[in-house]
Nanobody, 124 residues
Framework: QVQLVESGGGLVQAGGSLRLSCAAS????????MGWFRQAPGKEREFVAA????????YYADSVKGRFTISRDNARNTVYLRMNNLELEDTAVYYC?????????????????WGQGTQVTVSS
């Protein structure tokens, strides 16, 4: 079992940066594919980024490619999402999640554990 706790959200002006962290419990962290999703009010949860078990493979939604960077530190059981050049449309609750198989990395139903989410608000 994996427990996930996100942090690092907040209010930032457009063009600014934030780094989200997701701390995981459980000794099997390094065996999980990890992903970040977000959900804005009135919208469905959407894929943001994912990273493979050891980190060499990363995947991004087109809307964040070139602005966001996902990374992980297995020794610290933590996955990060660095967000640069934030836009108003990035406002959402951001969730990290674990995927035991690595299949369907952009599909929420393929993830079995989720954090509680952290709010990111981008202002003009």
């Amino acid at each position: 079992q994996v427990q996930l706790v996100e942090s690092g959200g907040g209010l930032v002006q457009a063009g600014g940066s934030l780094r989200l962290s997701c701390a995981a419990s459980g000794r099997t962290f390094s065996t999980y594919f990890m992903g970040w999703f977000r959900q804005a009010p009135g919208k469905e949860r959407e894929f943001v980024a994912a990273i493979s078990w050891s980190g060499p493979r990363t995947y991004y939604a087109d809307s964040v490619k070139g602005r966001f960077t996902i990374s992980r530190d297995n020794a610290r059981n933590t996955v990060y999402l660095r967000m640069n050049n934030l836009e108003l449309e990035d406002t959402a609750v951001y969730y990290c999640a674990s995927n035991p198989s690595g299949l369907g990395y952009s599909i929420p139903n393929e993830y079995n554990y989720w954090g509680q989410g952290t709010q990111v608000t981008v202002s003009s």
